[in-house]
């Protein structure tokens, strides 16, 4: 959770024209997708 909350953030900040470096708007994106896949993976398992 602590990622998709950093991915958060970090995405707003860049949607707000903060000095985001274009790697970081990256990670970002790779961060939620990774959060929305283990999500995924967790809910396909039954948890």
Same mark, same amino acid.
């Given at each position: @959770? +602590? %990622? $998709?909350? $950093? &991915? !958060? ?5 860049? /949607? &707000? =024209? %903060?000095?985001? /470096?274009? =790697? /970081?708007?990256v $990670? +970002? +994106?790779? /961060? @939620? &997708? *990774?959060? &929305?896949? *283990? $999500? *995924? !993976? +967790?809910? *396909?398992e039954g948890?």
């Open positions: @959770m +602590a %990622g $998709l909350a $950093l &991915a !958060v953030a970090t995405t707003a900040h860049a /949607l &707000a =024209g %903060g000095p985001t /470096l274009n =790697g /970081l708007t $990670l +970002a +994106a790779a /961060l @939620m &997708a *990774a959060s &929305a896949g *283990a $999500l *995924a !993976v +967790a809910e *396909a948890r």
